[in-house]
Every structure is written in C-alpha cells, then in structure tokens.
C-alpha cells in the first residue's frame, strides 16, 4: 500500500464514511426523482442532519468533484456512488444454513441490487437436499469444497445455529472464501486476511427495546 | 432520572455495552450445552478476545454478581441476560412495506425467540390485501390507525421503498408507535422521544465489498 498509482476504490476507508455513504446514495436518488440536475452537500446536509463538511470529506473518498456554486451533477454521483461502494457489481455468494433466518434471506432478491447474489445455499437437513428457495438451490454441506471451485465464490453468509457458527466458519475459510457475512449472534474467529462483517439483527433489537423501556420510565 | 430507586433495566446502557452482551449470552449458552456451570469473564474473554475487564465491566449493568474464583452461574447469567436484553418478553410490532425484504423479515419466525413478534403487516399493494405471511394478516396501510389501537403495538418495522420512507414514518409516529426499526438505507427524522434503530443491510454489504477489494490488491 505505498505506491502513489494505487487506486482509490483500493483505499481503507473509514467504517462510519462507508456507513454514511449509503445514506448519501438513497438522498441523491431521491432528489433525482423529483427532477434535480445538480446538489450540494449543503443540500444533502440539511435533508439527512449530517453536518455539510462531513459529507465533503467522505465524498473526497469518491472519485468524483463537483462544480462551485452547483455542486455535483446528480446522475453522476449516483453512478460513481453506486460503483465506489461496490453495489453495481454482482459479488456471488453462498449461504450456509438455511434456517428460518437464512430462507428469508434467500428469499430477499433484492440484495442484488445493492451487488450480491446468493447463487447457492447449504445445509444438511435431508428434507431441504436438492430443493430450492427463490430459484436457489440448496446442496448438502459435505458438497461445498467441490461447489466453491464450480462457482468461483467468495463471500459466505452465515445463518447457521450458534452451537457450529465457528465449526462452519473454519470450513468456509478452508475451502477459500475470503468474507464472511455473520448473522448469528456468535463471535466467529478467523484469520487476519478473511474479512467479517456482522449484522446481528439481535444486538440491534437489544439496543431498541433497551431505548424504549429507558423512554418510557423516564 | 435523578432518583436512586431507579431499576437497573431502566439505565440508558451504553450501545457498544448492549452490542457485546449478546456476544456473551451466546456463548455462555454454548458453555451450558457443553455441561459447565459456572464461567468466569476470563472465561468468555478466552472465547471471544474481548478483554476480560471489558466483559465484566459490561457485566456490571446487568443484575448479577459472579462468586470469587467459579464466576457466575450459567443458568442465572442466562436467565438474567436474556431478561435484561429484552428476549424474554415479546414486544409486539408492525411491519411496514412488504416487498422482498419484508416479506423476508415476516417468514423469519426466529425473531421471536429474541422478544420481536411481528403481529401484523401494512401495504397498498391490492393482491397483497387480506392475505398472510408466515400467518402474519397484511392490511391496507390506511387502516393503520384503526389497527394500531386494536393490536396495542408500538414497534414499527420498516422496509418500504426510500420514497415514501419519511412519509410512512410520520405516519407511524402520529399513530403512537414509539420506535422505528429502519431496515432502509434512508435516514428518517423523527421526534426527540421516538427509538430508531438502523440496519441497513447495504450499508453492511458496503463495508464488507471495500474490506474484500482492499485484501485483493494490497
């Protein structure tokens, strides 16, 4: 990472800039809809309550620029957003455990809209073998090294019972997949050059029943 | 707030203190599969490598004190979390839009089992008027108001398009609902005393794309 060529797309950016990009994404959308050319980050400061600056900075994350006085030209920076983030691409992915949890999420298409495409799902569960959920097929789990060379995957989401999350986990690793999208509420360990990102829908009800019970006794 | 009869479940916890302790309950659900009853927060440090002054600090909030040397009971330290995370008693909600993400959300049963029961969802969308998801009655969202009253709820779930993200959450707010669950990558304004919680899927997918693109080129 020291080379002056490197692509900017290749750079670390901050978590909370990835996180706040999105929102940018979905406001300028929004304003194309109703017919604008151009927008500030003025403009888009006071629709989201993100201070002005802090959305300049994160936007000198992005290869883009935008015009003094106008700002920047909207079908543009939705483009330019929308590939930065990684979202105008397909990344295939496999899903491991197709639990209540992991069908609905195999039943979500619209996740490749936002660039990923659950292509195959596991499981061991004789009765789901060979079946499909939204046009996905679910193999056996023994079957997954020999189905990761044929797809050419590597991005894993985890939806499988806590009690072999980490179990899974090693295997997906050993069979080449380099992400990991956990959902279980279990703190998987892997090593240094695997990247994981958790979204644990559990930990977010946590902190929302917690707020609403603070609410309503204050 | 300034009283100090105050119950423990009614501080304002700190959100990475409520984002960790399900990371705990989990796994000490796991040690009690395994046959322990006792764990100490060395213990779980081990587990998950987060700091053992950390975990017990974290601890702190919840209700229960360890004993010197064995730690604290596991069926207790079970009991105690899941109490003060709010799984153990249902808090009924509305769910707001059901296109792919929401019909996913409805058929996920699981969310239950964390104190989230989705009792009924709204949509205008007439062939999907009168019928069920997972059991789950969708209504026309006009009759929100009425419904509202009827199921004596207030969570709302949303997953509607961004367009009208906004609209629907006023909507929400004016029929009583008292925390907003954002599953869409819009960020909505509400009221001072109303809970949202974001999970933007897209967000996450976003951090993970850049995180897998920078280990492919560094």
Redesign the interface.
């Given at each position: 990472?020291s080379n002056t060529l490197q692509?900017k797309?290749?750079?670390?950016?901050p978590?909370p800039t990835?996180?706040r990009?999105?929102?940018y994404?979905?406001?300028v959308?929004?304003l194309k809809?109703k017919g604008e050319h151009f927008v500030s980050s003025t403009q888009i400061s006071k629709e989201?309550?993100?201070d002005a600056s802090q959305i300049a900075k994160d936007l000198s994350y992005v290869n883009i620029s935008g015009r003094t006085r106008v700002g920047y030209e909207v079908d543009t920076l939705i483009a330019v957003l929308e590939d930065f983030?990684?979202?105008s691409n397909i990344?295939r992915a496999f899903l491991f455990g197709v639990?209540?949890?992991g069908?609905?999420?195999l039943?979500?298409?619209?996740?490749k809209h936002?660039?990923?495409e659950i292509v195959a799902a596991f499981d061991v569960k004789p009765q789901l073998l060979g079946t499909e959920v939204n046009g996905i097929p679910i193999f056996h789990s023994d079957d997954f090294e020999k189905k990761v060379q044929e797809y050419g995957v590597?991005?894993g989401v985890l939806t499988v019972p806590?009690?072999i999350a980490q179990r899974i986990t090693d295997k997906m690793v050993a069979g080449g997949i380099?992400?990991v999208?956990n959902f279980?509420?279990?703190?998987i360990?892997v090593p240094e050059?695997i990247?994981v990102?958790n979204?644990?829908?559990?930990?977010?009800?946590?902190?929302?029943?917690?707020?609403?019970?603070?609410?309503?006794?204050?």
């Open positions: 990472m692509n797309e290749t750079l670390r950016v978590e990835l996180r990009l999105p929102w994404l979905s406001n959308k929004l809809q989201i309550n993100v983030l990684g979202f990344h639990g209540s949890l069908g609905a999420l039943s979500d298409s619209g996740l936002f660039g990923l590597n991005i806590i009690e380099k992400a999208w279980t509420p279990f703190r360990r050059n990247v990102q979204t644990s829908l559990y930990a977010h009800l946590a902190v929302m029943f917690n707020r609403l019970n603070f609410n309503e006794v204050k």
